[in-house]
């Protein structure tokens, strides 16, 4: 060895590449903008009587979610991205939301104030949390490293990657989000959250009335009253709350009784099987219908005798469709009893017959020439009725499926309402209970929009609902959730490419 070699001193480790040095002073700078977003992103800002607060979130799957506990919360699919927006209610002051109720020219002076309030939490939000992302890549890259450079590629790292996902979210957004929010909570306070009938929009410079609405709501929900005056034009829509297959479940009554309340429903429309016999000794279940808060249009099912239709007549609030037009809060509905009567499990239905009838229900239809809904409990054969009305409403199949006919009719299969009545017992987890409320436009009977609502079964308080906005310049095919199987479990059903699920 040559006597100028020198030997790298004992205990001291080769340098880092330059590319090395960069891609840790890169993680680094990620890592820390993560941890500080995380920490230090919220603004606090009052919205009217609501004390909140937001902000920006590292989320994978983007979009905007507003807590309203302990009642539940709102999914709105805004946008994507690594980025989502959170609020959180904080405090809540009472005497001002009674202000509201109280005074409606309070409210109409609220909008534009919570407007200007959302838009400018949602700016400094943003600000504040690009300021303690960029603070903790900086600090988390130059204490890793103690170099000057290491800490300026951190923080560098991170304003590309906001820069990034500020375009990915811009590029994605998705105005009608805020008209298809996703509630999931208690079932008295849904609907308030939601919003009725004329929250949908499609329409993007409705965006801040939106939002408006939603802080409005959710002052009158908790002022304990849902009869806040937030939207003028309650007349143009018929709303129908949909159910079918109650078999006699105990619960039905009290869950569509409050469901028709809080939405303020219209009519009720049951596609049949409300019994599970059609024993004379049930007729006292379907004397609950007598007081249910809107007309109960009603058609047999299979599980539903001559007998249960009799009874049915007998009963005040209920409308009986087999066969003839009736007229029910200005919609014509018509429909017919299901020809077969097998309240035996282990006996199939006559599918000819049910094919024949459903034939039968068309001509009708297609004579009488201005049916608004049609009402059949069987949907075997439901592309028949398609062309025949603007909408058309099964059940029988214990799972919600709603399709667009060729040639626009919507085709909307309800599951259980009853939870599959007493059977909802049998399995180790308590089947769901469905229902779906229905807007439709007065003037042209056309669907507008629907809510579907899926509440747990037996021992659960939790909904979750769902709202569709119906696009009729497209000729879409919406599918509902996936199917539920005798167990209470999906069964894999997958949505058709367009859909809204």
């Not at 993007?204 to 709501?217: E, W």
């Not at 929900?221 to 034009?233: G, K, Q, R």
């Not at 009545?421 to 056309?446: C, F, H």
């Not at 609502?453 to 879409?476: F, K």
Request: hydrophobic share 40%; proline share 6%.
């Amino acid at each position: 060895m040559s006597s100028h070699q020198v030997r790298p001193a004992a205990g001291r480790r080769p340098s880092l590449t330059v590319t090395a040095r960069v891609t840790a002073a890169v993680l680094l700078g990620l890592a820390g903008g993560w941890l500080g977003l995380s920490v230090a992103g919220s603004v606090h800002h009052e919205v009217g009587p609501l004390t909140t607060s937001m902000r920006i979130v590292p989320t994978w799957g983007g979009g905007t979610v507003v807590e309203i506990a302990p009642l539940g919360e709102l999914r709105l699919a805004t946008h994507a991205g690594p980025l989502g927006i959170h609020a959180t209610l904080d405090g809540f002051d009472v005497e001002e939301a009674r202000a509201l109720v109280t005074n409606p020219e309070r409210l109409s002076t609220l909008k534009p104030e919570a407007v200007a309030d959302i838009t400018w939490a949602v700016k400094m939000a943003v600000l504040r949390g690009l300021a303690a992302a960029l603070v903790g890549a900086v600090l988390l890259a130059g204490l890793a490293s103690r170099r000057v450079l290491s800490a300026a590629i951190g923080g560098g790292s991170v304003l590309v990657a906001a820069a990034c996902s500020l375009a990915v979210a811009v590029t994605g957004w998705n105005p009608n989000a805020l008209a298809e929010p996703r509630y999931t909570g208690l079932l008295t306070t849904a609907p308030s959250v939601v919003g009725t009938a004329e929250s949908i929009v499609t329409d993007f410079s409705t965006y801040g009335d939106q939002l408006a609405q939603i802080v409005g709501n959710v002052s009158g929900l908790y002022s304990a009253t849902s009869s806040l005056p937030l939207l003028p034009d309650q007349d143009e829509v018929v709303k129908i709350l949909h159910v079918s297959d109650l078999h006699l479940a105990p619960q039905s009554w009290d869950v569509i009784a409050t469901v028709a309340e809080q939405y303020d429903v219209d009519v009720i429309v049951d596609s049949g099987d409300i019994t599970d016999h059609g024993s004379r000794a049930e007729n006292r279940y379907v004397e609950e219908v007598r007081r249910m808060p809107a007309p109960y249009v009603w058609v047999r099912g299979n599980h539903d005798s001559a007998v249960t239709q009799r009874a049915m007549r007998q009963v005040p609030n209920a409308v009986v469709l087999d066969g003839k037009p009736r007229e029910v809060a200005g919609l014509t509905f018509l429909g017919l009893g299901d020809p077969t009567f097998t309240p035996d499990k282990s006996l199939d239905n006559d599918e000819r017959k049910v094919t024949e009838a459903t034939e039968d229900l068309a001509a009708a239809a297609e004579n009488l020439g201005g049916v608004d809904v049609l009402v059949f409990h069987d949907p075997t054969d439901a592309s028949l009725l398609d062309g025949q009305a603007p909408l058309a409403l099964f059940g029988h199949k214990h799972y919600r499926k709603v399709e667009r006919g060729e040639t626009g009719t919507f085709l909307m299969t309800q599951g259980s309402t009853g939870g599959s009545g007493l059977r909802a017992l049998e399995p180790d987890e308590p089947t769901d209970i469905l229902l779906s409320v229905l807007y439709v436009d007065r003037g042209t009977s056309q669907l507008r929009a629907y809510d579907d609502i899926r509440l747990g079964g037996l021992g659960s308080a939790a909904a979750s609902i769902n709202r569709h906005v119906v696009d009729h310049a497209g000729d879409t095919t919406y599918v509902a959730p996936p199917p539920v199987d005798g167990t209470g479990g999906e069964t894999g059903a997958t949505a058709v490419p367009g859909g809204a699920e």
